[in-house]
């Protein structure tokens, strides 16, 4: 037996100083030490039950023998093919892009200069938001938004030193937007932070948090990925369901589309504390604030992303679909920091269409409209940042 301890600790080490590649070095290195640790323990219990084989020690060992060579040692490796994206993400819960290249900076801010450009004398503005931020599915980073932004300010006020840093990723939120901003946002010095909301951050804020502190059945993701994958394959509506009920959660994305705010709001309410804390940041750095509401395409026309690929999971112009922007529109009443809502400049546009066919992100033109009604927005505190 301590011949066997001997060779798995020295196996555990090995494993743990191999030099792994790629973006999910950390997990494989992680995974692989653990179940060479988990491998040393089932040989352990083998011997014991060669010489006691007690019933239950059987039924521990096929446990214990399936947690090793299915949950912990595959699991990693399988995470594409089986599609583990909640075992993904409760192993890096903020999924930072780790972009490189001619457009993205060294904190892999896509479109956005090098953090050093970003002075006390700049005046510099930070958008925060998720994928309809960062410009998803668009060539160029410039076609995104917050570019066009920076652009017709700096044609409207041509003697301001405008800098802006687009924080946006992919199923980002603003829990996580905080966290980022926590992380690097000083780097930046803003002056003006501006967080865009989209109609999945509700259940998105919720989510992550869940994950970060491991409540409820979320715990388990990191443990039991592959049983709890079966279990959602073979019964998803159960699956989401209980899920939902382990963390007091709604289980679909855009639970607050589906029924009167009356019965929404009180899992609505998170996101509006979780934007707190970046207006607390902000304050406390003499930085604006200004909440911007994204509407997606269900919300104002029949016409868009007519392949769509979430189209079953809300009605299109359905009875409830515009309750979140009930929502915010009572939040302005309670929060001592602006609230702008595009969803005027969406409804009455002659632009089409603004989204693509198969998703309802933006194409170029609709990041043009959202930018145009942006701009006359934010010039007025651009300028009295720049002192004109």
């Known amino acids: 037996m301590l011949a066997l301890l001997l060779c798995g600790a020295g196996a555990a080490a090995l494993a743990w100083r191999w030099p792994y590649e790629g973006p999910r070095a950390p997990i494989l290195r992680e995974a692989t030490t653990t179940g060479v640790l988990a491998v040393t323990g089932l040989l352990l219990m083998l011997l014991v039950a060669a010489r006691f084989r007690p019933r239950v020690m059987s039924v521990a060992l096929a446990l214990c023998a399936w947690w090793i060579a299915v949950e912990t040692w595959a699991a990693p ?102 966290r980022r901003l926590q992380s690097i946002g000083d780097h930046y010095h803003p002056d003006i932070v501006v967080l865009c909301i989209d109609m999945t951050d509700f259940g998105d804020d919720i989510r992550w948090r869940n994950i970060v502190e491991e409540r409820g059945i979320y715990w388990f993701y990191k443990r039991l990925p592959i049983t709890l994958r079966i279990a959602q394959l073979l019964a998803p509506d159960a699956y989401e369901r209980f899920v939902a009920w382990t963390v007091d959660a709604p289980a679909r994305r855009f639970f ?101 066919d198969h998703d309802p992100h933006w194409l170029p033109a609709g990041h043009r409209v959202a930018a145009d009604a942006l701009i006359p927005e934010l010039l007025p505190r651009v300028r009295a940042r720049a002192g004109r």
């Open 77 to 178: 490796h399988l995470v594409f093919q089986f599609r583990l994206l909640q075992y993904f993400a409760a192993q890096d819960p903020d999924h930072l892009p780790k972009g490189v290249g001619p457009d993205w900076n060294s904190d892999s801010l896509r479109g956005t200069p090098a953090p050093s450009a970003f002075t006390e004398d700049t005046t510099n503005v930070v958008f925060l938001g998720d994928s309809y931020t960062y410009g998803l599915h668009l060539k160029s980073s410039k076609e995104a938004f917050p570019t066009l932004v920076a652009e017709g300010l700096r044609a409207a006020e041509p003697d301001i030193a405008l800098r802006v840093a687009n924080f946006g990723w992919s199923s980002s939120s603003p829990y996580l937007s905080f």
């Open 256 to 356: 607050h589309s589906e029924a009167p705010l009356e019965e929404t709001r009180r899992h609505m309410e998170p996101l509006v504390g979780n934007v707190a804390d970046i207006y607390a940041w902000c304050t406390e750095r003499g930085a604006d604030f200004v909440l911007v509401v994204l509407p997606r395409s269900y919300q104002h026309s029949r016409r868009e992303s007519p392949n769509n690929h979430e189209g079953d999971e809300y009605e299109v112009l359905g009875p409830y679909a515009l309750e979140p922007f009930k929502f915010f529109d009572e939040l302005r009443a309670r929060v001592p920091y602006p609230i702008v809502s595009l969803l005027s400049a969406f409804q009455t546009t002659d632009v089409f269409p603004l989204c693509f």
